[in-house]
């Protein structure tokens, strides 16, 4: 089993930034892909970001131009930079992972247990 910890989450004021971490751990074959999503309160998880095994990356339109993802050439850990907050970006931010744990075994898909961001006003 892989295991996601995220961390770099806090409270920030409007314009600020912040700097997310998710490390991957345990039985680790290999790294497909790695992403973030967030859920707000009364909302759906929704896509953040995601970079693939060959680099290519993706971003929700409400965060393109102001956050990035990155990584390695191990793809672990990534990193979410959020620049330029705005209060709407609040939400517990959760990393997922798409690894095979064991060489041979179909890849599965690992979540974090999810950072806290909150951004002010």
């Known amino acids: 089993q892989a295991r996601l910890l995220e961390s770099g989450g806090g409270l920030v004021q409007a314009g600020g930034s912040l700097r997310l971490s998710c490390a991957a751990s345990?039985?680790?074959?290999?790294?497909?892909?790695m992403g973030w999503y967030r859920q707000a309160p009364g909302k759906q998880r929704e896509l953040v970001a995601t970079?693939?095994?060959?680099?290519?990356?993706n971003y929700a339109d409400s965060v393109q131009g102001r956050f990035t993802i990155s990584t390695n050439n191990a793809k672990n850990p990534v990193y979410l930079q959020m620049n330029s907050l705005k209060p709407e970006d609040t939400a517990v931010y959760y990393c997922n992972g798409d690894i095979s744990p064991t060489r041979g075994t179909p890849s599965n898909r690992y979540w974090g247990q999810g950072t806290q961001v909150t951004v002010s006003s």
């Open positions: 345990g039985s680790i074959f290999s790294i497909n892909a």
């Open positions: 970079i693939t095994s060959g680099g290519s990356t």
